[in-house]
């Protein structure tokens, strides 16, 4: 009964996107641990980190499809979210080395120790526990998350200017974060990572076991999303975003569906900033540059707004090309590549990579049926 | 319990709402009874739609007094408490929900709880199913049950969005301009309709066509300038020379 619900929620396009995943979590630990290092079917550890990067990307995009593509809710400022999820992460990350840092210092991180400060500030306390500190993640941001949206959509923000102010608030957070008596490390931000519960970091199979479980949040993330705009909340929402005042007359309270759906994106884009940090190594304001957001809306976009699908697929796309461009003789132009590739989907693939893809099919489809009837009537 | 300050079940008192310094409603009275139906006619401007606005709580007056069910001042709440009051609203351009299906479409608007995690949880019922079905033989868009609202034609939206009006089940119904752009036919049969929702809802309806509101055959208010010109039977109201020349003269 509980699988026939959960079926009749994916369609053939969610089952693809699961089994992928599926098959990458099967394949990817036999590609790396037992394919011998010389065959060309291994995968190295770098590539499996720098997979597990792009999917953070893609749970973050994910997020975003959610508020932009079923909402309305153009939020150019998840990076902040995402980055948040990361702090909380990397705050944790921090306790973990302990003695260990250079100043071996048992309580205080080394920055801390280089400012001279005594004891630890009110809001790292519990960050040595691992449970606490996952709370955090989901909670740090989806308060953020929650008080804006309050203020926000009760006074009835929206278009352009939420999204003005949504890039103002990720900038805040930049500024705010730069300063070093904020306590979170200032300009040089978390890093120096040793373990994670009590497993090393840097270790080939920490790093393979980030990468599962990144793929594993991606998947829950996908059926969570999917479920949602499945509901008849999904359907109040996608009334929302195309007629929000017509809702409002029907006796929805607009301000309480955006408001729940804003926060819970904020926590998934948390949950992928936790998973990208230990992953990468570093978390630093430059995270929360306005930049960082707006580049998410072009993934979305390019992937195919209110997918979902789509919205993973663009992350991972757009940052393959990116890593591809960036390490090359072209790096100096990414922005410029960047730009018109936002430029062209607009212009000629408006439903994005998926929903163009979708089209296609659907045309060639209607194509052979018309030349199966075509070949089954009778020559005049 | 507050206390009943009238028995109408709708009251407006010297209501006045000024756009940049032109009055489109000037100090307005009009009561409604529980039960009634109501034409509203009125030249193009006379201020019927700002009514309306005013009345489902998107535009607030400047002045006077606007009572539901004699206990309800509808000046202080928005949009989404005046719905959930039982103020339903049909608009004058036919707005449905464009992405959604036609069954959809009544689905959203259907009688229910309209909280977050009530929707989020919402599963399928045959109670629900049944009346969905019955509102889709009454609009005669059966056939249409699961085309997208987007690809219907005009009178096809106005009768969905009657339906939606249907779906609410709301105790005072706003019907702004409800044949415009329909076919004599489709005129006529909504004349029908909007009779037999009558039955058991208060309806306020505004039109131009005079066939339709002779069809209708209710009592009749005249809008003018954003106050009442003249009000009583159609045949009362179209022999008023005031009228005459405001309207239905020209
Ligand atoms: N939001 C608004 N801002 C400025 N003027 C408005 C607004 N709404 C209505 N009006 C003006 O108020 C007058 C009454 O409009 P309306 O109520 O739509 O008339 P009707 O529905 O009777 O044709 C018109 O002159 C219109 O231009
Ligand atoms: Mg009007």
């Given at each position: 009964m509980l699988t026939n619900r959960f079926l009749a929620m994916l369609d053939a396009r969610g089952r693809i996107f699961l089994g992928v995943i599926l098959a990458a979590i099967v394949l990817v630990p036999i590609l790396n641990l037992?394919?011998?290092?010389?065959?060309?079917?291994h995968v190295p550890t770098w590539l499996v980190s720098l997979m597990g990067k792009y999917l953070c990307y893609a749970i973050l995009a994910l997020a975003l499809d959610l508020v932009w593509g079923y909402a309305g809710i153009l939020s150019l400022g998840h990076g902040a979210f995402f980055a948040l999820g990361g702090y909380a992460m990397g705050m944790y990350l921090m306790r973990q080395i302990g003695a260990r840092g250079v100043y071996a210092n048992p309580i205080l991180p080394d920055f801390m120790v280089f400012l001279n400060w005594k004891e630890l500030p009110w809001f790292w306390h519990g960050f040595d526990m691992f449970p606490f500190a996952m709370l955090m993640v989901l909670l740090a941001p989806g308060l953020l998350a929650f008080v804006f949206g309050w203020f926000a959509f009760r006074s009835r923000v929206t278009g352009v200017y939420l999204s003005i102010i949504t890039q103002a608030l990720t900038y805040a957070m930049l500024l705010a974060f730069f300063r070093n008596d904020m306590g979170f490390g200032g300009n040089n931000g978390l890093t120096d990572f040793k373990d994670i519960l009590g497993y090393p970091v840097q270790s080939d199979m920490t790093r393979l076991v980030l990468f599962l479980l990144t793929l594993l949040a991606l998947a829950l993330c996908y059926i969570l999303a999917r479920a949602i705009v499945t509901s008849k909340a999904g359907k109040v929402l996608v009334a929302v975003r195309d007629a929000e005042s017509r809702t409002r007359f029907l006796g929805f309270r607009v301000e309480h569906y955006k408001l729940f759906v804003f926060t819970l994106s904020a926590m998934m884009a948390g949950l992928a900033g936790a998973l990208y940090v230990p992953q990468v190594g570093i978390i630093n304001p430059s995270e929360f540059q306005p930049g960082n957001s707006i580049e998410v809306v072009i993934w979305v976009a390019v992937g195919g707004r209110g997918t979902l699908v789509g919205a993973a697929i663009g992350a991972i796309l757009v940052n393959l090309a990116k890593t591809t461009f960036t390490t090359g003789a072209l790096a100096p132009y990414w922005l410029f590549a960047l730009g018109a590739l936002f430029v062209l989907t607009t212009l000629y693939m408006p439903k994005g990579v998926i929903g163009t893809f979708a089209e296609w099919r659907e045309k060639r489809r209607e194509k052979a049926v018309l030349a199966a009837n075509a070949s089954t009537t009778p020559a005049e | 319990m507050e206390l009943k300050v009238t028995d109408y079940l709708l009251y407006l008192d010297g209501v006045s709402v000024a756009f940049d310094g032109f009055k489109a409603i000037n100090s307005l009275s009009l009561t409604i009874e529980p039960g009634e139906m109501r034409a509203i006619i009125g030249p193009n401007g006379a201020g019927k739609t700002t009514m309306m606005d005013i009345i489902t709580g998107k535009t607030r007056p400047d002045t006077g007094d606007v009572l539901f069910d004699g206990t309800?001042?509808?000046?202080?709440?928005?949009e989404a408490a005046i719905a959930n009051l039982g103020i339903g609203r049909k608009f004058q351009k036919p707005t449905v929900f464009e992405m959604h299906t036609v069954e959809d479409n009544l689905r959203l608007a259907l009688k229910g709880d309209r909280r977050v995690f009530s929707t989020l949880f919402w599963r399928d019922s045959t109670p629900e199913r049944e009346k969905i079905d019955r509102i889709l033989d009454t609009i005669r868009l059966g056939h249409l049950r699961e085309a997208s609202a987007a690809n219907l034609s005009h009178g096809q939206k106005q009768w969905l969005e009657i339906g939606m009006l249907l779906a609410q089940d709301p105790k005072l119904l706003l019907v702004d301009?409800?044949?415009?752009?329909?076919?004599d036919a489709e005129t006529e049969a909504t004349a029908h309709l909007l009779k037999e929702i009558a039955k058991d809802h208060s309806v306020i309806v505004v039109e131009h066509d005079m066939a339709f509101v002779r069809e209708l055959d209710c009592k009749v208010t005249v809008l003018h300038e954003g106050s009442v010109l003249a009000e009583g039977a159609l045949d009362h109201v179209s022999a008023d020379q005031r009228v005459i020349e405001v309207y239905l003269g020209r």
């Open positions: 037992v394919v011998p290092t010389g065959s060309s079917l | 309800v001042d509808l000046t202080q709440l928005d301009e409800p044949v415009a752009g329909m076919t």
